[in-house]
């Protein structure tokens, strides 16, 4: 197992939503840097280096993707970044208020890795993290 903690590059609009994946990651010891963007544009800009953004460097391998975002919303984040050549096999979970199958039919249409609605309980929030958590710290990414 690589000792290199995994960048992770939250997509969210949400500050509250933003604040309580920062909890998570304090009360789990989730120790990886964690990047914030607030819609889909400018994670595209982030990770692309675009518009006067300084390039995210790694680029994160993981992806936590509201989908109800402003200027740029979730699905179409992903149809850019899997038709992006450099960016398309970032892994992606969705976490969204949104139990819509039309969401969840377009988001692994774009091969997300996982479809998680935002618990209303911290503590089952908190849990979802301790399982993301163990998730990446136990797979081998490619460089
Ligand atoms: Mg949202």
Redesign the pocket.
Known sequence: MSEKLVHILLV???EI?IKNVRRAFERNNIANPLYVAHDGQEALDMLRGDHDYPKLNPTPKIILL????PRMGGIEFLEALRGDAKLKSLIVFVLT?SSDDKDKVGAFYHNVAGYIIKPIDFEVFLHAFTVLDTYWKLCELPD
């Open positions: 969210e609009d949400d939503d509201d989908l109800n975002m208020t």
